[in-house]
């Protein structure tokens, strides 16, 4: 059948190995065999990922499995597969959907999130493992996996500092009215007063971080030399004091008190139930007129005709971010051409801001270490693990 869907031009990469593994050594005592398979949901990379071998998130790519598979001796054939690489995720004849039903281990991207379902779960009979190569695995039914003893594990802190790094660009540009500056300057036109009427300087401004985990603190960071009025975090679990010292941040405990303090808000939190429209209509109301907000934590975190009509209306000066509640966002998603009253203020690009090149190399490595401690029956690093067996690790994700 990959053969057919190659040739029917589909998106589909398949590699099938037979593994001839060991068993872990703790339950080996004769020399042994068994079959796993591991399903890998990647993105099409295109010519893009044939010409750029650190494109690893990418079917071309295949985060680097390939040569570390067969650096360990599996063998290639056309049955007993033990990896597919596959594009396709939506619907009930993706590929994702027909292969998940006997999977040991999924693998995804947050980039290009296969959404495991409670559904998908209660047909993956087989599933033990899945492993996030990236941070945020919200695409996954956290809850289902945990009532189903499935363990979810990502590679913790790969990518924050090019979140942060993201984070610190978009509040700039928005600030600064960047984006219709150099659009103007494209289209051959030249008139300043159009551009600085409604651009500003971040010095003096008030920023805020809703969480201040690992990359909501590096943004603090990062802005620390920019000289803002003041630093503010919104979490329900504190920064150390020596932690929120160093960066002269001021926690605030109730969120519309903290977003009406601010001028740029930018959201660091992962997507729970807690946090799923968490900026919604009412929430906006509480935000100081012509605020910044910068989003690259999760789309569903902000309601989207919530953003809109706020960005439209002036009541937001710009909306930036990289993620979508729903990825690849729909071409006719409103958040890709909405604009403020001044035909500006949208800095909204794909979700890339974790999975820059660097990036990439970081999650991958941490990826192929995660299954490779699968395999070896070996312990996991406990900071990657956000539902062991049948329980949250994470404090991240809610209070529970
Ligand atoms: P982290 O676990 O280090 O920090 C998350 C913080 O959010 C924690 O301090 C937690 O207490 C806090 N939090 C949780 N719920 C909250 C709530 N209701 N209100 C306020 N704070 C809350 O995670 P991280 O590494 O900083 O990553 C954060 C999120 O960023 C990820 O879960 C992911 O969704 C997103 N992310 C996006 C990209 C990208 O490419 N755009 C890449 C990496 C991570």
């Not at 599933?127 to 190569?133: G, M, S, W």
């Not at 190399?361 to 395999?375: T, V, W």
């Amino acid at each position: 059948p990959w053969a057919a869907a190659l040739m029917d031009g589909c998106f589909l990469r398949l590699l099938d190995y037979l593994a001839l593994l060991p068993l872990p050594s703790s339950t080996q005592s004769t020399p042994t065999t068994f079959t796993m398979k591991v399903l890998a949901i990647l993105y099409e990379g295109g010519e893009a990922a044939r010409q750029e071998p650190r494109l690893l998130g990418t079917v071309q790519n295949k985060l680097g499995l390939e040569s570390y598979l067969k650096s360990l001796g599996h063998e290639l054939v056309d049955a007993d597969t033990f990896v597919y690489l596959l594009h396709s995720k939506e619907g009930a004849d993706s590929d994702f959907q027909k292969h998940i039903v006997d999977a040991e281990v999924l693998i995804t991207t947050p980039f290009h999130p296969g959404y495991l379902t409670r559904e998908l779960v209660e047909k993956a009979k087989n599933l033990k493992l899945c492993i996030t190569a990236g941070v945020g695995s919200d695409h996954i039914d956290l809850n289902a996996a945990v009532d189903h003893r499935i363990q979810v594990l990502e590679v913790s802190g790969s990518n924050v500092v090019s979140v942060a790094e993201h984070v610190v660009m978009s509040i700039l540009l928005l600030v600064r009215n960047y984006n219709p500056a150099h659009e103007m300057i494209e289209r051959g036109d030249w008139q300043v007063s159009e551009i600085a009427r409604n651009a500003f300087d971040l010095e003096g401004k008030v920023v805020g971080t809703i969480g201040a985990g690992r990359i909501g603190y590096r943004v603090l960071q990062r802005l620390k030399p920019f000289d803002c009025k003041e630093l503010l975090y919104y979490d329900y679990a504190s920064l150390p004091p020596a932690a929120a010292e160093a960066v002269n941040a001021r926690r605030v405990e109730d969120l519309k008190d903290f977003v009406s303090q601010c001028d740029v808000v930018t959201v660091n939190c992962p997507l729970h139930e807690g946090t799923r429209g968490l900026v919604n209509a009412e929430l906006l109301k509480h935000f100081k007129k012509g605020a910044w907000l910068v989003n690259t934590a999760r789309g569903a975190i902000c309601d989207k005709d919530a953003v809109a009509e706020a960005l439209k209306s002036g009541q937001l000066n710009g909306y930036s971010g990289d993620v979508w509640n729903v990825q690849p966002a729909p071409k006719d998603h409103v958040w890709r051409t909405v604009k403020n009253p001044l035909g500006g203020g949208n800095g909204m690009v794909p979700h890339y801001s974790g999975t820059t090149l660097d990036a990439q190399k970081r999650y991958a490595d941490g990826a192929r270490k995660i299954l490779q401690n699968y395999i070896e029956g070996k312990e996991q690093d406990a900071q990657n693990i956000i539902i062991g067996l049948g329980k949250y690790e994470t404090t991240a994700y809610g209070q529970r």
